[in-house]
């Protein structure tokens, strides 16, 4: 795990997790700029409160699965990031073509200074996952669906 977040507006709460270098660059800080070849991935559910303790929020309905991918040289129109994202537990691909990219890039531009990411990365004493485990496991527990990359 890289990071977790939380968004009022659409009452989400966001996992970060991400591949072996963005990792990697997560444990030693080096995330400004992420280095070439990262991967990060949000898997976001609906929040919930916990049916026995009302003060807790807890994961809902699993909403969908975002993903950026550091290329610069791929990817200079939008600050070297690419973006997918896959809505509900059937991974239905978002938009109807590669135009919702710019949906996503006139959000993450409001953070071009922190390389176009709302988060910052967890502190180094966290335990990290890596995105194959994630992947892998389908993230049963969690009520995520198993993505094939």
């Known amino acids: 795990m890289i990071g977790t977040s939380h968004r009022e507006d659409n009452q989400t709460l966001r996992v970060i997790v991400g591949n072996d270098a963005a990792v990697k660059a997560a ?13 990060l991935a949000k898997l976001v559910w609906k929040d919930e409160i916990h049916p026995k303790w009302t003060k807790a ?7 969908h699965a975002e993903f950026m ?3 610069s040289a791929k990817y200079q129109e939008t600050g070297g990031w690419g973006f997918a994202r896959w809505i509900g537990m059937n991974q239905a691909p978002y938009g109807k073509d ?12 409001q953070v071009k200074d922190n390389d176009f990411r709302f988060y910052s990365s967890c ?9 194959r485990f994630w992947m ?7 009520n995520a669906p198993k993505l094939e990359i």
């Open 27 to 39: 444990r030693m800080g080096k995330t400004n700029p992420w280095p070439e070849g990262s991967i």
């Open 57 to 63: 929020t807890v994961p809902g309905e699993f909403v």
């Open 69 to 71: 991918i550091k290329d």
């Open 98 to 109: 590669n135009t919702f990219i710019q949906e996503c890039q006139a959000c993450h531009v």
């Open 123 to 131: 502190a180094p004493t966290l335990a990290y996952v890596p995105l």
């Open 136 to 142: 892998s496991s389908g993230c049963v527990c969690l």
